[in-house]
């Protein structure tokens, strides 16, 4: 089992910033591709990024490229998601994700939720 947890969501206007961590206990994190999902009201889940266990690997949605970073720091068993010139439609709840395969990163090869944190968007 692994437990994710997820913090760092709030409220923030357009144009600015966030870092979303998700901290990770139980089997050998570094084993793990971790992923962050999200999903807005009435849409389904969608990828946002993934990172290798070993980090040389990323991973981005098209809507992010550019103002997302996704890291980690397997010493800590953390992954994080850097969120900068947010806009009003990465208006969701995010969802850090554990997988033990490779590319593509989809909701059906997760192994593993965290139970998600709010990040609102506002104009």
């Known amino acids: 089992q692994v437990q994710l947890v997820e913090s760092g969501g709030g409220l923030v206007q357009a144009g600015g910033s966030l870092r979303l961590s998700c901290a990770a206990s139980?089997?050998?994190?570094?084993?793990?591709?971790m992923a962050w999902f999200r999903q807005a009201p009435g849409k389904e889940r969608e990828f946002v990024a993934a990172?290798?266990?070993?980090?040389?690997?990323?991973n981005y949605a098209d809507s992010v490229k550019g103002r997302f970073t996704i890291s980690r720091d397997n010493a800590k068993n953390t992954v994080y998601l850097q969120m900068n010139s947010l806009k009003p439609e990465d208006t969701a709840n995010y969802y850090c994700?554990?997988?033990?395969?490779?590319?593509?990163?989809?909701?059906?090869?997760?192994?593993?939720w965290g139970q998600g944190t709010q990040v609102t968007v506002s104009s």
């Open positions: 994700a554990a997988s033990d395969t490779i590319w593509p990163v989809t909701p059906g090869r997760v192994n593993y």
């Open positions: 139980g089997r050998t994190f570094s084993n793990y591709v």
């Open positions: 990172r290798t266990g070993s980090g040389t690997l990323t």
